[in-house]
T-cell receptor
Framework: ETGVTQSPTHLIKTRGQQVTLRCSSQSGHNTVSWYQQALGQGPQFIFQ???????GRGNFPPRFSGLQFPNYSSELNVNALELDDSALYLC??????????????FGPGTRLLVL | AQKITQTQPGMFVQEKEAVTLDCTYD???????LFWYKQPSSGEMIFLIY??????QNATEGRYSLNFQKARKSANLVISASQLGDSAMYFC??????????????FGRGTSLIVHP
């Protein structure tokens, strides 16, 4: 196990609703990245948070937003849900900076279904 | 252009045999890193192996080794002595830019590996 946890594990929402997904990073890590993985695809980068600031963003609209807290845990918020938002959402933590490691460690993911 | 290409959507291998999963990449950055992840049906991405662009030797981690051919821009994963538990999706990913900084890895579409008895 990586020590990265995500909640909830599964979620069903309807179009137009809002959702918040949560991630607790591995102890000692200061960076959290979020990915969306549609069925049959590789993970697509949404954004990354480093020391509570957004530190890179993929090609996702502003209705995808996030937060990182002082304990380095993180939230992903999605407003105005669309059917295409149905996917596995993965959180990954890593250590960036002095003594950094190359590897991102992933959580088990949250499966979101939008009806 | 695709940055990471995995041309094998599915692979079959018999238990105890070796298998090679292909990955080619495209970058003009001299500093980059290549990763392989395993994703079982449960969904969690499990880190397997990492190769930096300046590493002189091919990376190895237990039964996993990375056949890194820089001139051909390929980074194939070799799994020796396949086990039934190796059945999963395998993703190749690349980070562009120097190590030690934040980075945004790009993932390929994955290869489904099935190990049969």
């Amino acid at each position: 196990e990586t020590g990265v946890t995500q909640s909830p594990t599964h979620l069903i929402k309807t179009r137009g609703q809002q959702v918040t997904l949560r991630c607790s990073s591995q102890s000692g890590h200061n960076t959290v990245s979020w990915y969306q993985q549609a069925l049959g695809q590789g993970p697509q980068f949404i954004f990354q948070y480093y020391r509570e600031e957004e530190n890179g963003r993929g090609n996702f609209p502003p209705r995808f937003s996030g937060l990182q807290f002082p304990n380095y845990s993180s939230e992903l918020n999605v407003n105005a849900l669309e059917l295409d938002d149905s996917a596995l959402y993965l959180c990954a933590s890593s250590l960036v900076g002095r003594g950094s490691q190359e590897t991102q460690y992933f959580g088990p993911g949250t499966r979101l279904l939008v009806l | 252009a695709q940055k990471i290409t995995q041309t094998q959507p599915g692979m079959f291998v018999q238990e105890k045999e070796a298998v090679t999963l292909d990955c080619t990449y495209d970058t003009s950055d001299p500093s980059y890193g290549l990763f392989w992840y395993k994703q079982p049906s449960s969904g969690e991405m499990i880190f397997l192996i990492y190769q930096g662009s300046y590493d002189q030797q091919n990376a190895t981690e237990g039964r996993y080794s990375l056949n890194f051919q820089k001139a051909r821009k390929s980074a194939n994963l070799v799994i020796s002595a396949s086990q039934l538990g190796d059945s999963a999706m395998y993703f190749c990913a690349m980070r562009e830019g120097p190590s030690g900084g934040s980075y945004i890895p790009t993932f390929g579409r994955g290869t489904s590996l099935i190990v049969h008895p």
